[in-house]
């Protein structure tokens, strides 16, 4: 019976890669559990096939030594936020390591079903999800931007972040948003707190920020809005060291970001 496992997207076509006749074995045996899945076993040319199942956003199970898996996706990878999930697995199937989008790809999670598939050892080298880190939206926009607006741009950068409604501690912006009866009413609405912060507080994190616009530093004294409200929002939640997992996005009329912070006691 097929099995299709929750980090893979429906449309996606899983490549499972192999190198050897033991891992052969692996892929073919894998195959029959994985729903729209290939094998394929020593593709030519390699690297070119690889890199462009990678490019197209497919996931990839790669059954053979891990620096091999390296050098070859170096050249392709772009970001956690885009890059398809990657597994390997030796051609023994005792050992599977998710390598590349761990968390927002879902490679862990995905990783996690494999393993049980295969009663093997998961080696899981990223932050572990089990840490239960707190998220923060940030949000910048224009005078009298519509609650429905900002309503839609939210619930879009949560889709592309893959996180839920519930997941959000709190909606952030600058001070001077303190009276935006757009924010004010988006937060009401989802029964979010709505957190705003003045500018000396948001350039504590210019250095985490993702791009940097002059305009807006000349217009309100930071480089950022969204991201840095976002950084600073997941902060207060945690007491703790954020990071972005969602660069702003934005509208005609509004900016949106998502950070993250793990709890400090949950580092111990």
Not at 14 to 39: D, F, H, M, P, Y
Not at 65 to 76: C, D, E, K, N, S
Not at 105 to 110: L, P, Q, S, V
Request: proline residues 4%; charged residues 20%; glycine residues 6%.
């Amino acid at each position: 019976m097929q099995t299709e496992t929750l980090a893979v997207k429906d449309n996606s076509s899983v490549k499972i890669i192999s190198l050897t006749e033991a891992g052969l074995r692996l892929a073919e045996r894998l195959q029959v559990q994985l729903k729209n899945s290939e094998v394929w076993y020593k593709p030519k040319p390699f690297a070119e096939k690889v890199q462009n199942a990678f490019q197209a956003g497919e996931p990839l199970i790669m059954i053979c030594a891990t620096g091999i898996v390296v050098r070859t996706l170096a050249p392709v990878l772009a970001s956690k936020l885009q890059d398809p999930p990657v597994l390997v697995l030796d051609e023994l199937g005792q050992f599977v390591i998710p390598l590349v989008s761990g968390h927002e790809g879902g490679a862990n999670e995905w990783g996690r079903q494999i393993a049980e598939l295969l009663n093997s050892q998961l080696v899981m080298t990223t932050a572990n999800p089990y840490l239960k880190p707190k998220y923060a939206v940030g949000m910048g926009c224009e005078r009298h931007c519509p609650k429905e607006e900002l309503e839609r741009l939210l619930m879009d950068c949560l889709a592309q972040a893959n996180l839920t409604l519930d997941q959000i501690g709190s909606i952030n912006s600058i001070d001077i948003k303190a009276d935006e009866v757009g924010l004010i009413e988006l937060a009401e609405c989802l029964d979010k707190p709505f957190n705003t912060f003045d500018a000396a507080e948001l350039s504590t994190m210019e250095h985490l920020l993702s791009t940097k616009s002059d305009y807006v530093f000349k217009t309100v004294g930071v480089y950022g809005v969204a991201e840095s409200a976002a950084l600073v929002g997941a902060s207060q939640l945690t007491n703790a060291d954020s990071e972005l997992i969602l660069n702003k996005h934005k509208t005609a009329k509004a900016t949106c970001a998502i950070a993250r912070a793990y709890p400090s006691d949950a580092r111990r």
